[in-house]
């Protein structure tokens, strides 16, 4: 049966709001999407040390009932719970290349990590990881990979980490209690590829350059593996 001049007007104009509505949402969509990534693109964000002592178990167990009865402050958004909400993000792997690791919360979210079956790798300074309170040996303990420094005259003092390959947390930062609570210390996260891939190609470099496989000529104290430490 034709339709009248009128009615396929009236279906015109549904088709109409219809698309305009349907553009409408898509943009508005586009926008949320965007606004995830942040008002300039891709994830930068800048941390300021020190942090305030608070509460991080809420991080651990989002689905936790009943909240944590420690005495610390709770719920608060600090430097310190924003480095370790980017880190717990890792949801394949964590490159981590840190000249000293004593930090209890950071060590346990890196064992976390881990258990999850995240592919952590670990470099730090031949030296500083054997002093007391390093967090190295528990690393290794536990089965994670974690190489060091071979040469006994230069430190790797760097102090970056990568989680799964696309997002750089970068500064001055050693993962101490002492930096994160005392010092005067920076932090600066972000995806922008330009600044991820050169840190990519320098753990790979110092990844490659700290096997004990290619310094077979060498005697270091001590050779880094998974697990143990084997001495040589």
């Not at 040996?137 to 230069?154: P, Q």
């Not at 696309?166 to 210390?185: D, P």
């Amino acid at each position: 049966m034709p339709l009248s001049l009128g009615e396929l007007l009236k279906m015109v104009g549904l088709g109409a709001v219809a698309l305009t509505l349907g553009v409408e949402w898509l943009d508005w969509l586009a926008r949320r999407l965007w606004l995830r990534r942040g008002p300039q693109g891709p994830l930068k964000e800048v941390l300021f040390f020190p942090s305030p002592i608070t509460c991080v178990e809420h991080l651990y167990s989002p689905a936790r009932a009943l909240p944590c009865s420690c005495p610390l402050p709770h719920g608060m958004d600090t430097s310190f719970t924003r480095l370790l909400v980017h880190l717990l993000s890792a949801c394949v792997s964590l490159d981590l290349c840190v000249f000293s690791f004593s930090h209890m919360e950071l060590s346990r979210a890196v064992l976390l990590l881990h258990s999850r079956g995240v592919a952590v790798r670990v470099l730090t300074d031949r030296d500083y990881m054997s002093i007391s309170g390093s967090q190295i040996g528990t690393l290794r303990r536990a089965g994670i990979y974690v190489r060091h420094e071979l040469s006994k005259v230069v430190h790797m003092h760097h102090k970056f980490a990568l989680v799964d390959g696309r997002k750089l947390i970068t500064g001055s930062l050693n993962w101490t209690a002492t930096a994160v609570q005392s010092n005067k210390e920076n932090v600066i996260v972000t995806e922008e590829l330009e600044l991820v891939r050169p840190f990519q190609d320098e753990f790979y470099r110092l990844w490659e350059d700290s096997d004990p496989a290619n310094h077979t000529h060498q005697t270091p104290i001590a050779t880094a593996t998974k697990g143990l430490v084997t001495h040589s």
